[in-house]
T-cell receptor, first 112, second 112 residues
Framework: NAGVTQTPKFQVLKTGQSMTLQCAQDMNHNSMYWYRQDPGMGLRLIYYSASEGTTDKGEVPNGYNVSRLNKREFSLRLESAAPSQTSVYFC???????????FGPGTRLTVT | DAKTTQPTSMDCAEGRAANLPCNHSTISGNEYVYWYRQIHSQGPQYIIHGLKNNETNEMASLIITEDRKSSTLILPHATLRDTAVYYCIALNSGGSNYKLTFGKGTLLTVNP
């Protein structure tokens, strides 16, 4: 039982490049989330998926897109990376919205 | 969500109980008290939550006062691995409240 897994762990991109962050959970959870965390700041919700087949914007969605591929997987795509997107990205899942969330280990992204 | 107040930092000796307080004087009747922690460079980790009864799991115990205006998270036998920032949050459980907002939290340092 791996919980929530994320790939890659680290990534360096040049401005304008694109990439997809992958997230998978094996807890049969309905809801999944993408957060970013900048130094000295708290978590900020980018997008979430309350259930398979649905996605909704969080508080900082600009510059990102998401895909809920199936119940297990929720990916985050940066179409044209910008230095302001340098951050640590966390994926989380929960049984449903409003229930405790379980987090992955994070992806440390640097955009130069 | 009700505002929570926690001490900025605390120290604890290894092997001793760590008691982390949280004030939530404006908590409403349907808000649960949740505790998460974040160990340096790792994803946030759910610890425990409760409404009004004391709760215990394999990680910790949660003691909520009868008036629900404050609570204490107890790590019964703290280890060096418990050094982390601990966050107390008041949330409606099972509803549409999906966005976790961490405040400053308490930095618990467990000393050898």
């Amino acid at each position: 039982n791996a919980g929530v897994t994320q790939t890659p762990k680290f990534q360096v991109l040049k401005t304008g490049q694109s990439m997809t962050l992958q997230c998978a959970q094996d807890m049969n959870h309905n809801s999944m989330y993408w957060y970013r965390q900048d130094p000295g700041m708290g978590l900020r919700l980018i997008y979430y998926s309350a259930s398979e087949g649905t996605t909704d914007k969080g508080e900082v969605p600009n510059g990102y897109n998401v895909s809920r591929l199936n119940k297990r997987e929720f990916s985050l795509r940066l179409e044209s990376a910008a230095p302001s997107q340098t951050s640590v990205y966390f994926c989380a899942s929960s049984a449903g919205t409003g229930y405790e969330q379980y987090f992955g280990p994070g992806t440390r992204l640097t955009v130069t | 969500d009700a505002k929570t107040t926690q001490p900025t930092s605390m120290d604890c000796a290894e092997g001793r109980a760590a008691n982390l307080p949280c004030n939530h004087s404006t908590i409403s009747g349907n808000e649960y008290v949740y505790w998460y922690r974040q160990i340096h460079s790792q994803g946030p980790q759910y610890i425990i939550h409760g409404l009004k009864n004391n709760e215990t799991n394999e990680m910790a115990s949660l003691i909520i006062t009868e008036d629900r205006k404050s609570s204490t998270l107890i790590l019964p036998h703290a280890t060096l691995r418990d050094t982390a920032v601990y966050y107390c949050i008041a949330l409606n459980s099972g509803g549409s409240n999906y966005k976790l907002t961490f405040g400053k939290g308490t930095l618990l340092t467990v000393n050898p």
